[in-house]
């Protein structure tokens, strides 16, 4: 009886352990294969690439770590310019592991890739607007605002490189102080003042040569007419104009006097 229950738990076990130690790694997952127990405990220099993976579940545990590209909405924090002013940055980050750097995070970190997502490269990316920041004043990232994010994403770039991720994207967010943005929402509004003045004084100036114009046509237009009325042009206006009655009043038309 004790041997049948022997071979009973034999079997219960061996099966436990058949249905229990593979795991399948999908595509886009670094599978790393841990060691609990024994003088080498710790991240196997192999990495398990997709597939199934056979283990020893008492003493070795399978891990998968995505290697697929995620993005990561960070909370906001502020940064000082080179100058003392403080800017807002509203950090989003698109990133990866870079295959078969699981088991290198991993062995570092001993976290899970979400953890380090919130903490760790979290704590990158605020470092690296701060090492550019330090080096910009106010004007200069205004100015060069492209630049300055250029100069962000590569420092982030090299880091994450260096810890074995890789950058897709990193958008700033970035936001001016309130100083400067009254100072440019000021200056754009003066500028369009100027722009509205000079554009009225245009105007005048167009309408006044236009009146200079007109009256000049006037004035030639007139000097054309009186040099084009002759006595005889006026007397055959006359005739065309006379009813053909003797006036009742008044001298009769010189042009009748020297009718013959």
Same mark, same amino acid.
């Given at each position: 009886?004790?041997?049948?229950?022997?071979?009973?738990?034999?079997?219960?076990?061996?099966?436990?352990?058949?249905?229990?130690?593979?795991?399948?790694?999908?595509?886009?997952?670094?599978?790393?294969?841990?060691?609990?127990?024994?003088?080498?405990?710790?991240?196997?220099?192999?990495?398990?690439?997709?597939?199934?993976?056979?283990? #020893?579940?008492?003493?070795? %545990?399978?891990?998968?770590?995505?290697?697929?590209?995620?993005? *990561? %909405?960070?909370?906001?924090?502020?940064?000082?310019?080179?100058?003392?002013?403080?800017? =807002?940055?509203?950090?989003?980050?698109?990133?990866?592991?870079? !295959?078969?750097?699981? !088991?290198?995070?991993? *062995?570092?970190?001993?976290?899970?890739?979400?953890?380090?997502?919130?903490?760790?490269?979290? #704590?990158?990316?605020?470092?690296?607007?701060?090492?550019?920041?330090?080096?910009?004043?106010?004007?200069?990232?205004?100015?060069?605002?492209?630049?300055?994010?250029? %100069?962000?994403?590569?420092?982030?770039?090299?880091?994450?490189?260096?810890?074995?991720?890789?950058?897709?994207?990193?958008?700033?967010?970035?936001?001016?102080? *309130?100083?400067?943005?009254?100072?440019?929402? #000021?200056?754009?509004?003066?500028?369009?003042?100027?722009?509205?003045?000079?554009?009225?004084?245009?105007?005048?100036?167009?309408?006044?040569?236009?009146?200079?114009?007109?009256?000049?046509?006037?004035?030639?237009?007139?000097?054309?007419?009186?040099?084009?009325?002759? !006595?005889?042009?006026?007397?055959?206006?006359?005739?065309?104009?006379? %009813?053909?009655?003797?006036?009742?009043?008044?001298?009769?038309?010189?042009?009748?006097? =020297?009718?013959?």
């Amino acid at each position: 009886m004790k041997k049948l229950i022997l071979i009973m738990l034999t079997v219960m076990l061996t099966s436990t352990l058949f249905t229990s130690c593979n795991e399948r790694i999908d595509a886009g997952y670094d599978g790393i294969l841990i060691k609990q127990y024994g003088t080498n405990k710790g991240v196997q220099d192999i990495n398990l690439v997709t597939g199934r993976v056979w283990y #020893n579940p008492w003493t070795e %545990d399978v891990v998968e770590i995505p290697t697929f590209v995620q993005t *990561k %909405d960070y909370a906001p924090f502020t940064v000082n310019a080179k100058d003392g002013s403080s800017f =807002n940055v509203d950090p989003t980050i698109s990133f990866g592991v870079k !295959p078969g750097a699981g !088991p290198k995070i991993y *062995k570092k970190y001993r976290l899970k890739l979400d953890v380090i997502t919130e903490t760790t490269i979290y #704590n990158y990316v605020k470092d690296a607007f701060r090492i550019q920041m330090n080096k910009y004043t106010t004007d200069e990232i205004v100015s060069n605002r492209e630049k300055f994010e250029t %100069d962000v994403q590569s420092t982030l770039e090299k880091v994450l490189k260096k810890e074995g991720f890789y950058l897709e994207q990193l958008t700033s967010g970035l936001q001016y102080p *309130k100083t400067i943005v009254t100072a440019v929402n #000021n200056k754009n509004k003066a500028v369009q003042e100027a722009m509205m003045v000079e554009n009225q004084l245009r105007v005048a100036e167009a309408q006044a040569k236009k009146s200079i114009i007109q009256a000049e046509a006037e004035k030639k237009t007139n000097e054309l007419k009186q040099q084009s009325l002759t !006595p005889l042009l006026i007397q055959q206006q006359f005739i065309e104009k006379w %009813d053909g009655k003797t006036p009742l009043y008044g001298n009769l038309p010189t042009f009748f006097k =020297n009718v013959k």
